[in-house]
């Protein structure tokens, strides 16, 4: 039996920091509303002239030097974003060519905010089933550009940065669990209506803002508080391990409320809970394996802990891993 394990993590963030005092001065907000509902103080945002495809190349190199892996030894690159640099081509062929890799399989893969959880499921089917031993699983976003400043309810929340990791097969778990599920009957509550072929390019979508995400946060809310809750219990079941057994919870970084909801459902004490969103807003696909290389990089998660990522995201998608490092 060969598992898929995690030979090292990277990340990346801009150095530019958007803060709730900057949001003040060009919308009707404060940082009180914004800390109190949220949790988030600050985010990042990329410069002019920079793109998803540079975040993700840096936490790509830093994943790669912490697996101690040359990019020559990697047999694909699966990239979760819903900001990509273009619809097409890839994000992720960019980046195969930016590494210096061979002619290996690289894709997008889209699916909101759960865009890593579904990445990391893929690429450990991949490794179990013998197809790849050496995946880059990246998680990378420049959400700023399809924000619209002039809406308060979805600005304040989402900003820019990439995270990987470094999947490599192995003859010890790894992965020992994942789930994820979808629900599209409610896909106008979060989505960007421009750019498809529903809606392309046109000067009136322009003007009618259609090239910017909009989401019904209230509702999103409730649906991401019992997917988080039920997608985790699933997956710490499916490993046959008890919600003590797990030595971090690495959660999607959308809301402070929503993550201490799903805490206190998994009756989780909040140590062991991994959480900076304060510092980085929404990062979308690129906020759980940001959170995790921090939370390595930090001390917090441990060679042989064991670990429970989730995340929610539009479609709606959501899912759950359990894996040991
Ligand atoms: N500053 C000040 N007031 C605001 C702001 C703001 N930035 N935004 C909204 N308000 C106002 C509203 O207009 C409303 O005023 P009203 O009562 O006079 O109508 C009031 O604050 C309350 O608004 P709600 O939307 O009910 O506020 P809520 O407590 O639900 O918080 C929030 C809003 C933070 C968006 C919350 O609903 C949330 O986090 N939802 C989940 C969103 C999420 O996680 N999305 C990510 C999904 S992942 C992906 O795939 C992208």
Redesign the pocket.
């Known amino acids: 039996m060969k598992y898929a394990k995690i030979q090292g993590t990277g990340s990346c963030a801009p150095d530019n920091v958007l803060s709730n005092e900057d ?1 003040e001065k060009i ?4 940082d009180e ?2 800390t109190t ?2 949790g988030i103080k600050q985010r990042r945002i990329v410069d002019k002239g920079k793109y998803t495809s540079d975040l993700a190349m840096e936490a790509c190199i830093r994943a790669l030097d912490d697996a101690n892996m040359p990019a020559s030894e990697l047999d694909g690159i699966i990239l979760g974003t ?1 900001s990509p640099d273009f619809i097409f081509p890839s994000t992720a062929c960019i980046l195969q060519s930016q590494l210096g890799c061979g002619n290996i399989m690289a894709f997008d893969l889209l699916a ?3 865009g890593f959880q579904y990445a990391l499921h893929v690429g450990n089917g991949m490794i179990c089933s013998g197809q790849s031993k050496n995946l880059l699983i990246v998680g990378a976003e420049v ?1 700023s550009r399809i924000m619209d400043y002039e809406d ?7 900003g820019d940065g990439a995270g990987a990791v470094v999947l490599t097969q192995s003859d010890e778990p790894g992965v020992m669990s994942s789930i994820l599920n979808s629900d599209g009957d409610n896909w106008e509550m ?1 989505y960007m209506p421009g750019g498809g072929s529903r809606i392309p390019a046109t000067e009136e979508s322009v003007k009618n803002r259609d090239h910017y ?1 909009k ?1 019904n ?2 509702d ?2 409730k649906v ?1 508080v019992k997917s988080l809750e039920t997608s985790s219990v699933a997956a710490v079941e499916k490993a046959n391990l008890k919600p003590d057994d797990i030595d971090l919870f690495v959660p ?1 970084q ?2 402070l ?2 993550i201490d909801a799903v805490r206190k459902r998994l009756d989780m004490p909040e140590e062991k809970v991994y959480i900076n969103l304060d510092k980085y807003g ?1 990062t ?1 696909s690129a906020s759980v394996p940001i959170a995790l290389d921090e939370a390595v990089k930090a001390g917090r998660a441990k060679e042989g802990d064991i670990i429970l990522t989730a995340a ?4 709606f ?1 959501w899912g759950a891993s359990i894996f040991k490092l």
């Open positions: 949001l919308i009707d907000t404060s509303w914004i509902r949220t819903i909101g905010c759960s959400l308060r309810s979805t600005c304040i929340l989402f979060l995400l989401m946060g209230r999103v809310f991401a999607h959308a809301n409320r929503i929404n979308s929610f995201g539009a479609g998608t």
